[in-house]
């Protein structure tokens, strides 16, 4: 199969739209079956070391999801002392647990063998992972539905309460899926001038 050029540049512009939503940005409109369906299909189209297609997923119920915005409170308010010289943090807003319409927990399933590829670079299959969480997102994207990856958890609390394994699963992201009021133009944090803005020559060793 090859692409036309405006495929292509459709693809770029996806990659370049897309944004971490968070809570003050989704609406109560909600996704469909059909759709979260089709989003999930493209995780399972990503690369995986040794085609071992690891990854797995929790869609999060209402009383769940109270039990782990309560936990990110909670770490939030600890992260602040860690960022006392940046005041703007203590009113970002960085997730959107209990605005957005669905919550997915993500994980890896640890191999009960040996797995090619995985013989001295053992986190290949996270890696494998988060590849399939980047086409979620981008596969999000382009059906004008934003997603938001919140990353203030303790991987212990969260396991305890969707009630998984530790053993058997690795706690890999949280994400938070729903419709928006609008996507920017540009990310937030490049917009509060948090960081900097790589170009390519800053990104070459």
Known sequence: MKFTKK????LEKIIASRRDVRGNSFTSKKISQKKLNRILNAALHAPSVGYSQPWRFV??????KHKVYKHFKNSFDKSKLKFRDRPVYNSLKLEGIKESNINIAVYYKKPKKNVLGQTYMKRTGEYSVVCAILNMWLTARAMNIGMGWVSILKPKKVNKI???NKKEYKFIGYLCFGYVKEFYDEPEFKTIKWNKTNKIKDCIL
């Not at 495929?7 to 459709?10: D, G, K, S, T, W």
């Not at 869609?59 to 769940?64: E, F, G, P, R, T």
């Open 162 to 164: 969707l009630d998984i």
């Open 7 to 10: 495929e292509l540049n459709a």
């Open 59 to 64: 869609i999060v119920d209402d009383k769940q």
